[in-house]
């Protein structure tokens, strides 16, 4: 796999948004979290384009009802959360390519 996830956005993700990961996907430790967003990154169900910057990209990945969503700038992960299909509507109407 050629994208990069640092260990302090892998933190970063586990601190911000790591009780919606543990709620909703009982995800919680460091390695399963990595696990989870490499296996999102090896075989998304959609790869979109930032509107605003074509050096950012979005994979996302359905998984329980719910998009999760990971940010890339260039090859490497910038932060990861997951978004209902209602945010997923408006971000593909209004900042995804």
């Known amino acids: 796999m050629g994208y990069v996830i640092p260990e302090d956005v892998l933190r970063h993700i586990a601190r911000r948004h790591g009780r919606d990961f543990r ?3 009982g995800v919680g ?3 399963l979290l990595r696990e989870l ?3 999102a990154l090896a075989g998304p169900d959609e790869v979109r384009l930032d509107a605003h910057n074509p050096s ?3 994979f996302l990945k359905r998984v329980d009802g719910l998009w999760l ?3 890339l700038l ?3 992960v910038r932060t990861a959360y997951l978004i209902s299909s209602r945010t997923y ?3 593909a109407a ?3 390519m």
């Open 23 to 25: 709620r909703m996907l």
């Open 29 to 31: 430790r460091l390695d």
């Open 37 to 39: 967003l490499e296996g």
């Open 56 to 58: 950012v990209r979005y």
């Open 69 to 71: 969503t990971i940010v």
């Open 74 to 76: 260039n090859d490497e």
């Open 89 to 91: 509507r408006r971000l």
């Open 94 to 96: 209004r900042r995804w």
